[in-house]
Each structure stands twice: as structure tokens, then as C-alpha cells.
């Protein structure tokens, strides 16, 4: 009897301390670090760990800047052939925009990731056509999304941190076959996905707001009406988006919300409008810029589906609230800051790695024609 009253007790104690460990799982260890986000009395606070903190200040340290280059000297469209964006720059100005794109986005791979060095005017390297209109969506991004980057904007360093392919982007996920499941339809959830946390949420938020425009709503602000769709389904949805959005800036959800009244604008921080406009920046960057380029990309860069990677949160910030904790990158690149000029005419014949070479050497006194129209 005692043999058998020890061991449940040994039982009783293990079982104990597994439910303590797995509940102790879910803690921060201290020290911790906390910032209040809104009034006092109301929870709003963030809670930051210094070790998480100093694992990801690597990824998030933003390079030093080029230095400057004159604005004297012939435009870029007037010397170069085929120079749709940027052409309103001199020649120094263009080069230097042409080597921190290199160091941000293919420092191993060099100019020849996305030319061909023989001529560096064709537009046979898919690569160049994409890289073209990724510059017009960091200017777009700069210029018509203030009201969720302010004015500390974003290059391509914010993205791709060096790498030919960004870190974070997204697929739409293959639909499952139909028959293939004895569970019926799991309506795209019950399958453990990173995307929202290995939650049993469904695991693509991105396709219903961050390509399509579907309502993000938990609860209906109205009793009843006719119109009033907000099912528990759609607030499963938008769960799946805010686990996507907490992780992907490094923060819970009082960044954003009062957790007293989640729909609630008047009692939400400022943090929760500029999400707004991201949600809105996102879409807009993935319809108007990505699915367009589809047919460009080679089959062995798309998704599963066919379809073309695309951008969420996590893409510019990385598990950062600010991406690259807010360093001002774009400052030190004007020419990122604003819309380009559509290109002049240009009658000039194509440039040779030789032609490059001299014309990176001429000199101050260089003859300015004017800008292109």
C-alpha cells in the first residue's frame, strides 16, 4: 500500500510540474522591458524582451549610405539606352543608385543578377524588368503611403536585407483536393501553418485582405440587419491576420487595440490607423505591382498555384515594430523619395563595360544639357 501510495505521488508531482513547465512555456523570462501604449488602468502596455531584442538587432541594422554624388554632368536618360526609371539623374547620381541597389538586393551576384554585362541596355534578364518596377514601387510607396511609413520610407535594403529574394513574401496555398479529406471541408484551417502562429485558424489571411478587400470584422456594429454578414467564420479570419500582424511587428495586440473594446476607434492607440493604411498599402503593392508581373517571373520562382510572391507585414518588418527599427534609410536616396519623370527620347546607341568604365571618370567641368522633358 505505501509502494503504491508513493508512486502517485510521484505521478501526481510529474504531472504537476508539466502542467507548471507548459504553462510557464508562454512567459517571458525576466528581466523584461514594458512600454505603456495607452491610458493607465487600461492594460495597453507592450512587453519586450531585451535577449529576443538583441537576437534580432542583427537583421534589423541598417548599412551605412554611399556617399553622395554630384548632380552635375549629362542625365542618365541622355548617355544610357533604355533608362525608363531614373532618368532624370546625372550620370554619378545614377551610378551610385545603381550600386546601392546592387549591395541591398545582390552583393554576391553583382550587376549580372540582373544584366547582361555584354549590353547592359537589353531587358532579356527577367530580373531587370522586375528590379525596373520594384523601384517604381518603392517610390510609390514613398510617396503615396506617407500616412503608414511617415516620412522615413523604405529602399530595398527594407525588403530584401541583401538577398536576391526578400525573406518573407507569400504564395497562395493549392486548394485541397476534393474527396481527399474524411473531415469534409476544413475551410481552409485546422492545419498547423507559421502564418498565424500554428493556430488552428484558417492559415491564409493573406488571398481575403492583402489581395482581395473582404471585410475585416469580429463582431457587427449593428443587431440583426439584414446585411450584417460578420460571422464567427469571418472573425476567424481576421484572427488569422492580427496573429499575422502581431508577429510579424514583435507585438501583442494592445499595440493597437484596447482589449476592453477591440471595434472600439476611441479607445485605440495611433499605432491602430497606421495598420490601417498598411493593410491598404499591402493590397495595393501586391494587385498593381506583383500579379502583374506573374508572366514575367520563371516557373521556379512562383508559388505552388502558379502564382507570384507577394507581400504582407512581415516582409518590410521582419519581427521588428519599425522596420529596421526605424532607421532613415531613404533620406540618403532622394531619387527613391519621389515619382520618376516619364523617359526623354533618347537616340544614344547602347553602352559597352568599357563605355561605363570612362564614363564614371569625366570631369567636373562636364557639359549640362538640360533635364529630359
Known amino acids: ?34 512600454v505603456q501604449r495607452g491610458y493607465r488602468g487600461t492594460a495597453m502596455v507592450q512587453v519586450y524582451n531585451p535577449r529576443t ?12 549610405p554611399l556617399e553622395a554624388a554630384s548632380p552635375d554632368g549629362p542625365k542618365a536618360a ?7 526609371v531614373l532618368g532624370h539623374l546625372s550620370v554619378g547620381e545614377f551610378n551610385r543608385t545603381m550600386a546601392a541597389v546592387t549591395a541591398w ?24 524588368v522586375v528590379a525596373r518596377r520594384m523601384l517604381q514601387m518603392t517610390q510609390t510607396v514613398n510617396v503615396d503611403w506617407q500616412r503608414h511609413v511617415g516620412k522615413t520610407g523604405v529602399t530595398c535594403y527594407t525588403c530584401h536585407r541583401g538577398a536576391p529574394v526578400p525573406k518573407e513574401i507569400w504564395f497562395q496555398p493549392l486548394a485541397p483536393k476534393a474527396g481527399s479529406n474524411f473531415l469534409g471541408d476544413r475551410a481552409g484551417q485546422n492545419a498547423p501553418a507559421e ?15 492583402l489581395l482581395n478587400a473582404e471585410g475585416i470584422r469580429v463582431a457587427g456594429t449593428q443587431a440583426l440587419p439584414a446585411d450584417n454578414r460578420h460571422s464567427t467564420k469571418q472573425a476567424e479570419w481576421t484572427y488569422g491576420l492580427m496573429v499575422h500582424m502581431s508577429k510579424s511587428l514583435g507585438v501583442n495586440c494592445t499595440q493597437c487595440h484596447n482589449t476592453r473594446a477591440f471595434g472600439s476607434w476611441e479607445n485605440s492607440s495611433p499605432p491602430r490607423l497606421t495598420a490601417w493604411y498598411g ?95
Do not use: W
Not at 531584442?53 to 551605412?64: K, T
Open 195 to 209: 502564418t498565424v502562429g500554428l493556430a488552428s485558424l484558417p492559415n491564409d489571411p493573406f488571398t481575403p485582405f
Open 78 to 84: 541622355q548617355v544610357y539606352q533604355n533608362v525608363k
Open 53 to 64: 531584442l538583441a537576437e534580432q538587432a542583427p537583421a534589423n541594422q541598417a548599412p551605412a
Open 279 to 373: 493593410i491598404r498599402m499591402a493590397r495595393e503593392l501586391n494587385n498593381e505591382f506583383m500579379v502583374p508581373l506573374t508572366d514575367t517571373f520563371p516557373a521556379n520562382r512562383r508559388g505552388p498555384g502558379g502564382d507570384v510572391a507577394k507581400v504582407n507585414c512581415a516582409t518590410c518588418h521582419q519581427g521588428a515594430h519599425k522596420p529596421l527599427y526605424g532607421a532613415e534609410m531613404a533620406k540618403f536616396h532622394p531619387e527613391l523619395l519621389m515619382k520618376s519623370p516619364a523617359p526623354a527620347a533618347s537616340g544614344v546607341t547602347a553602352l559597352t563595360t568599357d563605355d561605363m568604365k570612362t564614363l564614371q571618370t569625366l570631369p567636373a567641368e562636364a557639359p549640362k544639357p538640360g533635364a529630359p522633358g
Open 105 to 128: 538586393v545582390a552583393p554576391k551576384q553583382g550587376c549580372a543578377y540582373c544584366h547582361n554585362v555584354q549590353n547592359f541596355a537589353e531587358d532579356t534578364l527577367y530580373t531587370k
Open 1 to 34: 500500500m505505501t509502494m503504491n501510495r508513493t508512486h502517485l505521488l510521484q505521478r501526481g508531482l510529474t504531472l504537476t510540474l508539466g502542467l507548471v513547465l507548459g504553462l510557464l512555456a508562454g512567459c517571458e523570462r525576466p528581466p523584461v522591458e514594458t
